[in-house]
């Protein structure tokens, strides 16, 4: 399956923001979605996961009660929404999919390109 992740940008601490991941090419409804996310001189890790019925979800603890995990099976597309954003969440984040539920970064078997989300203080 092929990823494209967008909806990143420049926000404020305290801001929102939506990111996507459109996919293409096989049944997206088989695959687990995931989001992980890279700050420079870190390693990639995990944000948040949605599983194939977008019923189940999860979220580091890093983020969660601020970050959440969705899908739209209908239009192919995977979402992380971000609320309260901190300076420290800026990274580029990356959706990926898995035919796994789960948040080892070893389980995603395809990966989007990422997009840029910076918090300023």
């Known amino acids: 399956v092929q990823l494209q992740a967008s909806g990143g940008g420049l926000v404020q601490a305290g801001g929102s923001l939506r990111l996507s991941c459109l996919a293409s090419g096989r049944t997206f409804s088989n695959y687990a979605m995931d989001w992980f996310r890279q700050a420079p001189g870190k390693e990639r890790e995990f944000v948040a996961s949605v599983d194939w019925s977008g019923v189940n979800t999860y979220s580091a603890d890093s983020v969660k009660g601020r970050f959440t995990a969705s899908r739209d099976n209908a239009k192919n597309t995977v979402y992380l929404q971000m609320n309260s954003l901190k300076p420290e969440d800026t990274a580029v984040y990356y959706c990926?999919?898995?035919?796994?539920?789960?948040?080892?970064?070893?389980?995603?078997?395809?990966w989007g390109q990422g997009t840029q989300v910076t918090v300023s203080s």
């Open positions: 990926a999919a898995s035919r796994k539920f789960s948040s080892w970064l070893s389980d995603m078997e395809s």
